[in-house]
């Protein structure tokens, strides 16, 4: 079954520091991948997408992941955390019909 | 340009009532989503609409749960006889085509609380 698993459910990185957030696929199919962020009672806002084009993927706020096929991996990463970055990110793969299917969820936490 | 609109923002029902969602996609956007978030946990596929027909419902309940997408008008998720467990956040997406490839633009949502 196609399925989304992202590892950590909370993730704390101090101020300034790398941002790490996990995501792992499965698929016999490279799929279309997303991250989008969700800020307190609001929508999700589109990060970034792989849609086969290049392997490494900048967003937007200074986000980009990276398409590892090998490991069906599309980690984020961001190379220094600010405050405003605090939020839950969402992974997520197109289906056939244009469904999306997500993961868990991280919540990111930044400290001062 | 406006985004999806979803209203309302917030949904307030006793147990038996019927909750009544609304979603306008973004301009262009024929192409319409529903997921559901539970406390806690990721979005859900509800079900996939476009302009007056059902692509896609399997993640719809087979019980009091429907979903329309008329030719004029929101489209609407419709909860009947609601109860306990229907609490969550709706969320609305919508895209201008059903390609795989096409990102989806979300609304704010609409947080349903039963009493």
């Known amino acids: 079954a196609q399925s989304v698993t992202q590892l950590g459910s909370h993730v704390s990185v101090s101020e300034g520091a790398l941002v790490l957030l996990r995501c792992n696929y499965s698929?016999?199919?490279?799929?279309?991948l997303f991250w989008y962020v969700q800020y307190p009672n609001q929508g999700l806002q589109l990060l970034l997408k792989?849609?086969?084009?290049?392997?490494l993927v900048k967003g937007i706020n200074g986000f980009e992941a990276e398409f590892k096929k090998s490991e069906t991996s599309f980690h984020l990463t961001k190379p220094s955390a600010h405050m405003s970055d605090a939020a839950e990110y969402f992974c997520?793969?197109?289906?056939?019909?244009?469904?999306?299917?997500f993961g868990q969820g991280t919540t990111l936490q930044v400290k001062p | 340009n406006a985004g999806v609109m979803q209203n309302p923002r917030h949904l307030v029902r006793r147990r038996g009532q019927e909750a009544r969602l609304r979603c306008s996609p973004m301009?262009?956007?024929?192409?319409v989503y529903w997921y559901r978030q539970l406390p806690e946990e990721g979005l859900k596929f509800m079900v996939y609409?476009?302009?007056?027909?059902?692509?896609?419902e399997s993640g719809m309940p087979k019980e009091r749960f429907s979903a329309e997408f008329p030719k004029e008008g929101p489209s609407i998720l419709r909860i009947q006889q609601v109860v306990r467990g229907d609490s969550a956040a709706y969320f609305c997406a919508s895209s201008p085509t059903d390609s795989s490839n096409q990102p989806q633009h979300f609304g704010d949502g609409t947080r349903l609380s039963i009493l």
């Open positions: 698929s016999s199919v490279p799929p279309y």
């Open positions: 997520s793969r197109s289906s056939n019909t244009g469904k999306l299917i």
């Open positions: 301009k262009g956007h024929s192409h």
């Open positions: 792989y849609t086969s084009a290049a392997t």
């Open positions: 609409l476009q302009k007056e027909n059902i692509i896609d």
